[in-house]
Antibody, heavy 126, light 106 residues
Framework: QVQLQESGPGLVRPSETLSLTCTVSGGSVSSDSYYWNWIRQPPGKGLEWIGYIYYSGSTNYNPSLKSRVNMSVDTSKNQFSLRLNSVTAADTAVYYC??????????????????WGKGTTVTVSS | DIQMTQSPSSLSASVGDRVTISCRTS??????LNWYQQKPGKAPKLLIYIASSLESGVPSRFSGSGSETDFTLTISSLQPEDFATYYCQQTYTSPRTFGQGTKVEV
């Protein structure tokens, strides 16, 4: 079955750029059936959706992070990536990648995150 | 943004109890509501989608109901492995938002 695995530095200096990659195995990031998400969870807190990317490269970002976020997809490596610039301590969190599956009923498209990576902890500190 | 308010924030229960968790949204989202379970140190797991559809492999003691602005997750008979934090999420509009979570404790 499909599995996702996050990778990247566990420590990032303030004001620098956080870069993470999610590798998809058992499935294809090029499928037109799915969107590919990033979600984060600060220590002891709830979940925050960062955004998603489609295999074509189209994106949808959370407005709260939009000015600092960039996502990309590499179909040749079956990966998608997150870059978050100008990080501060508030960006310290567990970062998850997740697949969006859709159910289509008539004209309505329902999305839900059915496969998640295990998460990777990123600490912003000097 | 659509605000998601879960209640209670935490609850204490015993094995065998019937547990209900509420999720209210700041505006109508039809049935674009999902529920996730998260155990400590683990990624969230999809339980319910489209408000009431049970994800494959999820035990039938979990059920979801509701529409528009009021939704409920019910665990009919709590099992030891169900002690976890539960989140609702809306995908009606962007940005997608989650509730703050409900922790189910012994």
């Amino acid at each position: 079955q499909v599995q996702l695995q996050e990778s990247g530095p566990g420590l990032v200096r303030p004001s620098e750029t956080l870069s993470l990659t999610c590798t998809v195995s058992g499935g294809s990031v090029s499928s037109d059936s799915y969107y590919w998400n990033w979600i984060r969870q600060p220590p002891g807190k709830g979940l925050e959706w960062i955004g998603y990317i489609y295999y074509s490269g189209s994106t949808n970002y959370n407005p709260s992070l939009k000015s600092r976020v960039n996502m990309s997809v590499d179909t040749s490596k079956n990966q998608f990536s997150l870059r978050l610039n100008s990080v501060t301590a508030a960006d310290t969190a567990v970062y998850y990648c997740a697949r969006d599956r859709a159910t289509i009923i008539g004209d309505f498209h329902y999305y839900y995150m059915d496969v998640w990576g295990k998460g990777t902890t990123v600490t912003v500190s000097s | 943004d659509i605000q998601m308010t879960q209640s209670p924030s935490s609850l204490s229960a015993s094995v065998g109890d019937r547990v209900t968790i509420s999720c209210r949204t700041s505006q109508s989202i039809s049935n674009y509501l999902n529920w996730y379970q998260q155990k400590p140190g683990k990624a969230p797991k999809l339980l319910i989608y489209i408000a009431s559809s049970l994800e494959s492999g999820v035990p039938s003691r979990f059920s979801g109901s509701g529409s528009e602005t009021d939704f409920t997750l019910t665990i009919s008979s709590l099992q030891p492995e169900d002690f976890a934090t539960y989140y609702c999420q809306q995908t009606y509009t962007s940005p997608r938002t989650f509730g703050q979570g409900t922790k189910v404790e012994v």
